[in-house]
Antibody
Framework: EVQVVESGGGLVQPGGSLRLSCVVS????????FYWVRQAPGKGPVWVSH????????QYAESVKGRFTISRDNAKNTVYLQMNSLRVEDTAVYYC??????????WGQGTLVSVSS | QSALTQPPSASGSPGQSITISCTGT?????????VSWYQHHPGKAPKVVIY???KRPSGVPDRFSGSKSGNTASLTVSGLQVEDEADYYC??????????FGSGTTVTVL
């Protein structure tokens, strides 16, 4: 059974930082590209970032470029999202999901990030 | 990058069919055959029901089908069932290693 478990969310003040983690089991982790997707309250999901199998190719949405960094540790089956200079508009549930060849195959249940003073 | 446009809601009685549209531009939906659809029951993990416009992952009932015409993709759910009540989102490749989701449609089974 494939499991995708996000953690690290919480309440943070504007300008603060958080690091999200995504632990994955049940699939060949080092062969999979991973995505972070977020969904603000009452809104549709938004693609945030993705990382290729060995971490050499990382892409970001314009809204987070320069503030967020995606990384992975294939030895720990874990993907990370380092979020700096957080803004109120970054408030959302953040999902980690796997690339299945032009589809997002496996998703976690998400971790909530709230940015507020 | 603007979200793809979906109707906020759709509804039907059990056994009926509904179709959800997803309108983008020639830079995303119209430019690539890489549209997928996701079913999301609140509090649960989203699930892919259609990918590459028309393909259905194993385990997804054949009641779910997809199509595309120009800049608009569509998801049809035939023989609507109570368990189909959920939020549905389209998702498209938008070139240059970027992606865009739809605004979402809440499906209600009457």
């Amino acid at each position: 059974e494939v499991q995708v478990v996000e953690s690290g969310g919480g309440l943070v003040q504007p300008g603060g930082s958080l690091r999200l983690s995504c632990v994955v089991s049940g699939i060949p982790f080092s062969e999979i590209r991973f995505y972070w997707v977020r969904q603000a309250p009452g809104k549709g999901p938004v693609w945030v970032s993705h990382i290729n199998k060995d971490g050499t190719d990382r892409q970001y949405a314009e809204s987070v470029k320069g503030r967020f960094t995606i990384s992975r540790d294939n030895a720990k089956n874990t993907v990370y999202l380092q979020m700096n200079s957080l803004r109120v508009e970054d408030t959302a549930v953040y999902y980690c999901t796997t690339d299945g060849g032009w589809k997002l195959d496996y998703w976690g249940q998400g971790t909530l990030v709230s940015v507020s003073s | 990058q603007s979200a793809l446009t979906q109707p906020p809601s759709a509804s039907g009685s059990p056994g009926q069919s509904i179709t959800i549209s997803c309108t983008g531009t020639s830079s995303d939906v119209g430019g690539y055959n890489y549209v997928s659809w996701y079913q999301h029951h609140p509090g649960k993990a989203p699930k892919v029901v259609i990918y590459e416009v028309t393909k259905r992952p194993s385990g997804v009932p054949d009641r779910f089908s997809g199509s595309k015409s120009g800049n608009t993709a569509s998801l049809t759910v035939s023989g609507l069932q109570v368990e189909d009540e959920a939020d549905y989102y389209c998702y498209s490749f938008a070139g240059s290693a970027t992606y865009v989701f739809g605004s979402g449609t809440t499906v209600t089974v009457l």
